[in-house]
């Protein structure tokens, strides 16, 4: 099995910043992709940032030129750079990865517990 566990999170006020963490652990051989995604109140959960295990990212319109992930693979840890913060971005961050636990046969969606962002106006 593996686990996320995020941490980072807190209130800013509008134009701050902030840096999320999401630390994989356990019985992992490798890690693929990994991603954040945030969860605002009545809203669906939605792709926030991405990088392969090479490094290319991909992000969501809403944050590009803003926010900023990358990766320790030594660590295996994502990170999430926010910047220039704005009230909608309000939500509950989440970390994923695309895992290969050894012995398990193929590669599986983990999903940390989540860590809330909170932006005042």
């Known amino acids: 099995q593996a686990q996320l566990v995020e941490s980072g999170g807190g209130l800013v006020q509008a134009g701050g910043s902030l840096r999320l963490s999401c630390a994989a652990s356990?019985?992992?051989?490798?890690?693929?992709?990994m991603g954040w995604y945030r969860q605002a109140p009545g809203k669906q959960r939605e792709f926030v940032a991405g990088?392969?295990?090479?490094?290319?990212?991909n992000y969501a319109d809403s944050v590009k030129g803003r926010f900023t992930i990358s990766r320790d693979n030594a660590k295996k840890t994502v990170y999430l750079q926010m910047n220039s913060l704005r009230p909608e971005d309000t939500a509950v961050y989440y970390c994923?990865?695309?895992?290969?636990?050894?012995?398990?046969?193929?590669?599986?969606?983990?999903w940390g517990q989540g860590t809330q962002v909170t932006v005042s106006s």
């Open positions: 356990g019985s992992i051989f490798s890690i693929n992709g």
């Open positions: 994923n990865a695309v895992v290969l636990v050894l012995g398990s046969g193929g590669m599986n969606d983990y």
């Open positions: 990088i392969t295990s090479t490094g290319i990212t």
